[in-house]
């Protein structure tokens, strides 16, 4: 399980302003104004997307952007970075899957 | 047309604004959804009780120009094109400016490893946004994987949120990770300030000199590790493989001789929900890429970075660097290249001369000094741009 440090001995304490989120459908409460990766987080869901080539789980990395690991679809939009999107009320978002394998014989293929 | 842009509303970025704004147009451009760059999560004791929370830092810093100066937060800049002017491409829209400052800092190096892309590896810097800005904790109980002053920091401050590290221990080696037990040393000993244990602390300036007695420590050093601030710090202990199906479920850690070499059947499990990677930082600098210009690789510096004089001019007239672009150092001599490569823009030569001797003075008083070669670095850069203004006459 993950937490929200809501008390912090230098930083102090804060309240959890929460707006509702749908993540594959399920709803879901984060902080206002949060980036996705954390709200997800907060929810203790870490896999944000499957691996195009061979499904495997993939979660948040460097979460500032530089990674591209955490793609998400946000209302609709494909391949957001859900560390630079903030979570908002409302907002549907959906992990993207595997790509079907249109092509034979890449490098990696068994 | 702007007067400048500043790409990055890290400390140099933002310190540049502010000492522009009022007599120049200015537009900071920058990714994230608030402007502070990697100040926000920073967290540090300067002294007794005397914090460093980069995030308070940040924002008073973007109070102070957000009346007189456009800041455009979501947006990316994905192309620049240089001819009387810049014109700058982003995800919002076209700008041109007469000056540009590059201030794009950094990014984490990685330590690839088995299991490296389970979901809960993330870098040490993700688990500092995580902690100390997003306030939510990167899981229960963590282990750290790379010894440097960055994952040292880091592992702190996650101490003060009262999250567990059960070990910070070394990379497996392989092709691309070659650290040492010597070189994890070395880092401990160039914390100076904020060295983890008594021994290192005192002897931190003295150990520099003296290699013989550096040597000697490194081999007295426990193979289980030491515990010092807290901290459960290993550094003949590498991880050679990160566990789990869906996620992360544990390391597989084995002890190694001073030289990193493995020891046999010394392999043990430690249970954990998250990992950090690090291998330190590397200045990012796609952007000085996209105009072809030279870049020098000083390790010391962190790696590749844009050629540059002192006053942070470039090949390109009108183009600045600032901050961890030039090599990586902390946030207060970010913010000191920020304000120099402004005065620049503004003719202001003696501002310029004061921000130099500041940055130098700060240079040798810093708290955590990220490379202990880097004043031979940055001389080394210096004496590369003087062959190059030379090659131009």
Known sequence: MTRRITNHKILGSFEVD????????????????????????????????????DGSPRGLYCNIGHCSECRVTIDGKKNQRACLNTVKEGMKIESQSMLPNLTEGGRNDA | MLDTIIIGAGPAGLAAASTLKGDRSVMVIDEYTQAGGRLLGQLYEEGRGKWWNGL????????????????????????????????????????????????????????????????????????????????????????????????????????????????????????????????AFETLVSLGGLAPSRMIFYGSRTLEQLPKVQEFLLKAFPKRGIRAMGLPISIKEQVIRINGTDKVESVTVQKTNA????????????????????????????????????????????????????????????????????????????????????????GDTAAA??????????????????????????????????????SLN
């Open chain 2, 259 to 346: 030289d990193g070499e493995p020891i046999e059947d010394t392999e043990k499990d430690i249970s954990c929900d998250f990992v950090c990677l690090s291998d330190g930082l590397a200045p990012l600098s796609e952007i000085c890429s996209l105009l072809n210009m030279k870049h020098v690789y000083i390790k010391s510096l962190g790696g590749y970075v844009p050629l540059h004089s002192r006053y942070m001019e470039t090949e390109i007239d009108g183009l600045y660097v600032a901050g961890n672009i030039t090599g990586i150092e902390n946030a207060k001599i970010a913010i000191m290249q920020g304000r120099l490569a402004a005065s620049q823009i503004l």
């Open chain 2, 353 to 390: 001369e004061e921000y130099l001797k500041k940055i130098n003075d700060e240079r040798q008083n810093a708290k955590v000094r990220f490379h202990p070669d880097l004043v031979n670095g940055k001389e080394k850069l210096q004496s590369s741009w003087t062959d190059f203004s030379h």
């Open chain 1, 18 to 53: 929460l707006v509702t989120f749908y993540w594959n459908g399920l709803e879901l409460h984060g902080h206002r104004g949060e980036s996705l990766t954390a709200a997800l987080l907060a929810n203790d869901i870490r896999t944000l997307r499957l691996h195009e080539k």
């Open chain 2, 56 to 183: 308070e830092i940040a924002e008073r810093m973007y109070k102070e120009i957000e009346d007189e100066v456009q800041v455009k937060l979501n947006t990316s800049v994905i192309n620049i094109e240089k001819d009387t002017h810049f014109t700058i491409h982003t995800t919002d829209g076209i700008f041109t400016s007469n000056h540009l400052i590059v201030a794009t800092g950094a990014r984490e190096k990685s330590t690839p490893l088995p299991g490296w892309d389970l979901p809960g590896v993330m870098t040490v810097g993700a688990a500092q946004v995580l902690t100390n800005f997003q306030r939510v904790s990167p899981g229960e109980q963590g282990v750290i994987i790379g010894i440097n002053p960055l994952s040292m920091v880091i592992s702190l401050e996650l101490g003060y949120a009262d999250i567990p590290v059960k070990k910070i221990c070394m990379p497996v080696a392989n092709a691309l990770n070659y650290q040492k037990p010597g070189d």
